[in-house]
């Protein structure tokens, strides 16, 4: 309080925050933020910039993966190579009753060797009933194209077949042209045994989002393939999907117990269970990196608002002797150091959302300038640069800027209000 018994300020009240304002807006000659200062404040925006990026993309790259994953291969398999046809398709009508289970398809997975225009490249077919094509996600279409192309029809299921994106531009095909593929089965001729081939016209080409699966599928007719690959009457696995491909675990159980525990399940984690764990411990780990890095830029702002108090040294002796109190010049210099990392975090908030936001474009512009790709598909596994953007880690993000702000404000605001007016006032 004053002499004259005045009130004294109110916590966060206008004096401490037009005092704490005019520290930072004022010019370095005038005892302002110090050039450490401004870059406690620049390293925080690329900081929180460039977390906010990096998760971003990390996490549109994971779901881009993940939905071609999960459109590309089911999300739990059953083994029914053993089994007749009719009996297989029974046990799928005893599937598709089970809790959750939202589609049952059989198919036949091998690998062939594709050859066409003079190139050869291996390859996967894979083998589904024409009438299932729309339980594949992969197709947004639910395959109509490839039908009305003439996918399935025919005798034997015809010799319409379906090839991704990349595969075919390997081979340099388009729609309607022929393709030859060679089995790893064999057949006995006038020259002995020789592998069994045939050769295919390109009803569509399909495209998921993953260049390594675009790079290596073929879809074909079932009966087509069960000639092919000489498994006439029976079927490989079961295709079967559910509501929630997280909680396959549970499906599995109850598949188990409908069938009486007489198949072979796996699920689409069990498969990609060292792909998945990478993806988890480099997302952990790259937010990791950069918190730490934030934590960098937010220690120097130990330094800038230590200097500041030293420029002050005389304000704050004089701001004490006429009644500001220890609290009141601890809450100052603590608004001014919040202030500096709230402002780096805010910009770069936004500057981090308007990247992803804008994230085609701007693929596009560095493409542009370095003439080439900066994400090549074929290196990558993705035809574009893929981006989410989530609000949680933006809001979470800035929170913690926030909160490292304030928690090294403390120590520089702590030390200017144990400042002793007197002997500022006669030292300086």
Not at 260 to 279: E, F, I, P, Q, V
């Amino acid at each position: 309080m004053t002499n004259g018994g005045a009130k004294a300020a109110a916590p966060f009240g206008r004096l401490e925050r037009t005092l704490a304002w005019r520290y930072l807006l004022a010019r370095r000659e005038h005892g302002g933020a110090s050039l450490i200062a401004i870059i406690s404040f620049v390293g925080i925006f690329f900081a929180v910039a460039a977390l906010i990026i990096t998760m971003s993309i990390m996490s549109g790259f994971r779901a881009t993966l993940l939905d071609a994953l999960l459109g590309g291969e089911p999300h739990i398999a059953a083994a029914v190579d053993g089994y007749p046809e009719a009996e297989s398709s029974e046990i799928a009508r005893t599937i598709k009753t089970v809790p959750d289970v939202v589609s049952v398809s059989p198919y036949i997975e091998q690998f062939v060797l594709l050859s066409a225009n003079g190139v050869r490249t291996g390859g996967v077919v894979r083998a589904i009933p024409p009438a299932d094509l729309p339980t594949m996600p992969i197709f947004k279409d639910g395959g109509s194209n490839a039908i009305g192309n003439g996918f399935g029809e025919g005798r034997n299921g015809g010799n319409v077949i379906m090839i991704g994106q990349y595969l075919a531009a390997n081979l340099g095909l388009a729609i309607g042209d022929q393709v030859e593929l060679v089995t790893t089965q064999m057949r006995s001729g006038p020259v002995g045994q020789t592998p069994i081939s045939k050769a295919y016209v390109v009803g569509d080409i399909f495209r998921t989002g993953s260049a390594q699966l675009d790079n290596v599928y073929v879809f074909m007719p079932m009966q087509q393939a069960q000639i092919l690959f000489q498994s006439k009457g029976r079927f490989q696995y079961l295709d079967i999907r559910v509501k929630n491909p997280d909680t396959t675990e549970i499906a599995m159980q109850r598949i188990s117990d409908a069938t009486g525990y007489s198949l072979l399940l796996r699920d689409w984690k069990t498969k990609n269970r060292t792909y998945l764990g990478a993806l988890r411990t480099e997302r952990v780990m790259v937010r990791l990196l950069v918190t730490i890095i934030m934590m960098i830029a937010t220690l120097n702002i130990i330094v800038g608002v230590v200097m500041l108090v030293k420029n002050k040294t005389r304000d704050i002796a004089i701001l004490r002797t006429i009644g500001l109190s220890r609290a009141g010049v601890l809450r100052v210099f603590l608004m001014v150091g919040t202030a500096l990392g709230s402002l780096g975090a805010l910009l770069g908030m936004v500057v981090g959302i308007l990247f992803i936001l804008n994230i085609g474009p701007i693929e596009a512009l560095i493409n542009m300038a370095i003439d080439g790709e900066v994400f090549p598909a074929e290196q990558y596994g993705l035809d574009h640069l893929p981006a989410i953007l989530d609000w949680g880690e933006v809001f979470s993000t800035g929170a913690y800027a926030l909160l490292m702000s304030m928690f090294v404000s403390m120590i520089p605001a702590i030390w200017a209000s144990s400042q002793d007016p007197v002997k500022a006032l006669r030292f300086e």
